[in-house]
């Protein structure tokens, strides 16, 4: 009989629950405090606090925080530039919720680029 490779896997749910430090966003990005800090001034990330030591993020502050990394690292966009490219992705993402909650069930699936994809959403009985 083959062996199993079983690995253990252990994570944080990061929901707007779950509260980071701005130590413990540092660790979770895998950056130093300067590079949080300059996320604050510029409008990439809000932060609840008036002072650093005081900061209290979202779980969903990890996310943008690492959105915006990829950006600068892989486009070589600045801070200001992420945060509002972030913010339009956010936007887009709740109107496209919003719309598919407004269309029901029945509602033709679409493509990301925004074509129709020939399937039929089908509620099934549980």
């Given at each position: 009989?083959?062996?199993?490779d079983?690995?253990?896997l252990?994570?944080?749910?990061l929901d707007?629950?779950t509260?980071?430090?701005?130590?413990e966003?540092?660790?979770?990005?895998g950056?130093?405090?300067?590079?949080?800090?300059?996320m604050v001034e510029e409008?990439?990330l809000?932060?609840r606090g008036?002072?650093?030591?005081e900061?209290?993020f979202?779980g969903s502050?990890?996310?943008?925080?690492q959105?915006?990394?990829k950006?600068?690292?892989d486009?070589r966009v600045?801070?200001?530039?992420?945060a509002?490219?972030?913010?339009?992705l956010?936007?887009?993402e709740?109107?496209?919720?919003?719309?598919?909650?407004?269309?029901?069930?029945?509602?033709r699936?679409?493509?990301?680029?925004g074509?129709p994809?020939?399937?039929?959403l089908?509620?099934t009985?549980?």
């Amino acid at each position: 009989m083959a062996e199993r490779d079983l690995r253990a896997l252990s994570g944080t749910l990061l929901d707007e629950r779950t509260v980071f430090g701005l130590r413990e966003l540092c660790a979770a990005c895998g950056v130093h405090a300067e590079i949080v800090i300059e996320m604050v001034e510029e409008g990439v990330l809000e932060p609840r606090g008036a002072e650093p030591a005081e900061w209290l993020f979202p779980g969903s502050a990890v996310t943008r925080a690492q959105k915006a990394l990829k950006l600068a690292r892989d486009l070589r966009v600045n801070w200001p530039g992420a945060a509002l490219a972030l913010d339009l992705l956010e936007e887009i993402e709740w109107l496209r919720s919003h719309r598919r909650r407004a269309a029901g069930p029945t509602a033709r699936a679409r493509s990301p680029e925004g074509a129709p994809v020939s399937a039929r959403l089908i509620r099934t009985p549980a």
